[in-house]
């Protein structure tokens, strides 16, 4: 199983402090947060993709390849590409670059994005969300796997006889998870492609987390994938620890409150009761992750948000020093311990690039 973090790269205000970091101290913080990440020994970073403020990370793939520059064994990951706003072209064209500048260590999650105004800015139109994303992921499909591709589509100019450069590594595309908070129109694409799909799971009850996995699980396996349980699962999370449990809650009550995104609303306790989000000891963090087992099944991969809602860079480093020295060594042997033979490990480089060599040996 991998474990990692992702981040939104939001610019919000410290509300103990009244201050907000530049733009230039959010985008450093968060290569500082990367490079810590592969220091404390969590296996995966990812970033968001935002073209409006207060976010900062438009341009996913120039981070990430900074990062890959960095470090060894982290792999890269976004935790939204705008499959439905970029040019597949070239978003096969980029990532396919990145793979060859961190030798294989490179993933990509699809997503519509949460911010409706983006849809014009880039020429399209939020109507067509779910259409767009189909039709740009098949096509981003082909560019990847077929050398040379002739294609007509609704949303964007023809290609003919179109090879996207460079080819992916080992001629083997990054592996992609499909990301969704409510849309089971992307639970049923990715298990149509057989490809991952990471729920968000933040700021839904388990109840809803649940029926958006089974049902991914079910149609994985109706297209001839392999069985649910071996439907490749990542799931989100937001924790906030201290040592003691009443100085996590004390210290991050006014982050909470004061959050754009669910600040000003129910109170920290509610929050915590109806969604996934953890403010405690290490110990709560790993009793509450491991309960997510319970109702999505034996899952892959788990991403924890941790910088957000003007927590200082110093703050955040020390929350990944106990997630990496503290929480993520007990998960890592707890859902070992659980994880039946028949579900398959994390996706991997490597892994792939064996099983491919494996097919066409005994094809």
Same mark, same amino acid.
């Given at each position: 199983?991998?474990?990692?973090?992702?981040?939104?790269?939001?610019?919000?205000?410290?509300?103990?402090?009244?201050?907000?970091?530049?733009?230039?101290?959010?985008?450093?913080?968060?290569?500082?947060?990367?490079?810590?990440?592969?220091?404390?020994?969590?296996?995966?970073?990812?970033?968001?993709?935002?073209?409006?403020?207060?976010?900062?990370?438009?341009?996913?793939?120039?981070?990430?390849?900074?990062?890959?520059?960095?470090?060894?064994?982290?792999?890269?990951?976004?935790?939204?590409?705008?499959?439905?706003?970029?040019?597949?072209?070239?978003?096969?064209?980029?990532?396919?670059?990145?793979?060859?500048?961190?030798?294989?260590?490179?993933?990509?999650?699809?997503?519509?994005?949460?911010?409706?105004?983006?849809?014009?800015?880039?020429?399209?139109?939020?109507?067509?969300?779910?259409?767009?994303?189909?039709?740009?992921?098949?096509?981003? %499909?082909?560019?990847? &796997?077929?050398?040379? @591709?002739?294609?007509? !589509?609704?949303?964007?100019?023809?290609?003919? *006889?179109? +090879?996207?450069?460079?080819?992916?590594?080992?001629?083997?595309?990054?592996?992609?998870?499909?990301?969704?908070?409510?849309?089971?129109?992307?639970?049923?694409?990715?298990?149509?492609?057989?490809?991952?799909?990471?729920?968000?799971?933040?700021?839904?009850?388990?109840?809803?987390?649940?029926?958006?996995?089974?049902?991914?699980?079910?149609?994985?396996?109706?297209?001839?994938?392999?069985?649910?349980?071996?439907?490749?699962?990542?799931?989100?999370?937001?924790?906030?620890?201290?040592?003691?449990?009443?100085?996590?809650?004390?210290?991050? %009550?006014?982050?909470? &409150?004061?959050?754009? @995104?669910?600040?000003? !609303?129910?109170?920290?306790?509610?929050?915590? *009761?109806? +969604?996934?989000?953890?403010?405690?000891?290490?110990?709560?963090?790993?009793?509450?992750?491991?309960?997510?087992?319970?109702?999505?099944?034996?899952?892959?991969?788990?991403?924890?948000?941790?910088?957000?809602?003007?927590?200082?860079?110093?703050?955040?480093?020390?929350?990944?020093?106990?997630?990496?020295?503290?929480?993520?060594?007990?998960?890592?042997?707890?859902?070992?311990?659980?994880?039946?033979?028949?579900?398959?490990?994390?996706?991997?480089?490597?892994?792939?690039?064996?099983?491919?060599?494996?097919?066409?040996?005994?094809?």
């Amino acid at each position: 199983m991998q474990f990692g973090i992702f981040t939104v790269g939001d610019v919000t205000v410290d509300p103990t402090t009244g201050r907000a970091p530049s733009e230039h101290e959010r985008i450093k913080a968060m290569l500082a947060i990367a490079l810590k990440a592969e220091e404390v020994g969590l296996d995966v970073f990812a970033t968001g993709e935002h073209h409006n403020p207060p976010f900062v990370p438009s341009s996913p793939t120039t981070m990430l390849g900074y990062i890959a520059a960095r470090t060894e064994r982290l792999i890269l990951s976004t935790s939204t590409t705008l499959i439905t706003t970029n040019d597949p072209v070239k978003i096969a064209e980029d990532f396919a670059m990145l793979q060859h500048l961190a030798d294989g260590r490179v993933d990509v999650m699809m997503g519509r994005g949460n911010t409706g105004p983006v849809y014009p800015w880039f020429g399209k139109d939020i109507r067509d969300g779910i259409d767009l994303a189909v039709e740009n992921y098949a096509l981003l %499909r082909r560019l990847w &796997d077929e050398d040379v @591709v002739t294609w007509k !589509g609704k949303f964007r100019t023809p290609l003919q *006889s179109f +090879t996207s450069t460079p080819r992916p590594l080992d001629g083997v595309a990054p592996f992609v998870w499909h990301g969704s908070i409510r849309s089971p129109e992307i639970a049923e694409q990715a298990a149509y492609y057989g490809d991952g799909f990471f729920h968000n799971n933040i700021f839904w009850p388990a109840s809803h987390t649940k029926q958006m996995v089974s049902l991914y699980r079910q149609r994985y396996a109706h297209y001839g994938h392999g069985t649910p349980e071996q439907a490749i699962v990542g799931l989100g999370g937001q924790v906030f620890m201290r040592k003691n449990s009443q100085d996590a809650v004390r210290e991050f %009550r006014p982050y909470f &409150d004061n959050a754009p @995104v669910y600040g000003h !609303g129910p109170s920290l306790e509610e929050f915590t *009761s109806q +969604t996934p989000l953890t403010v405690g000891s290490p110990q709560e963090v790993i009793e509450r992750t491991l309960s997510f087992r319970e109702y999505v099944g034996d899952y892959q991969r788990q991403l924890f948000l941790m910088d957000h809602a003007g927590l200082p860079l110093k703050t955040v480093l020390e929350q990944l020093d106990l997630l990496g020295e503290e929480v993520v060594p007990v998960l890592r042997k707890e859902f070992a311990n659980l994880k039946p033979a028949n579900v398959p490990d994390a996706p991997t480089h490597a892994a792939r690039v064996a099983a491919r060599n494996t097919e066409v040996g005994t094809a």
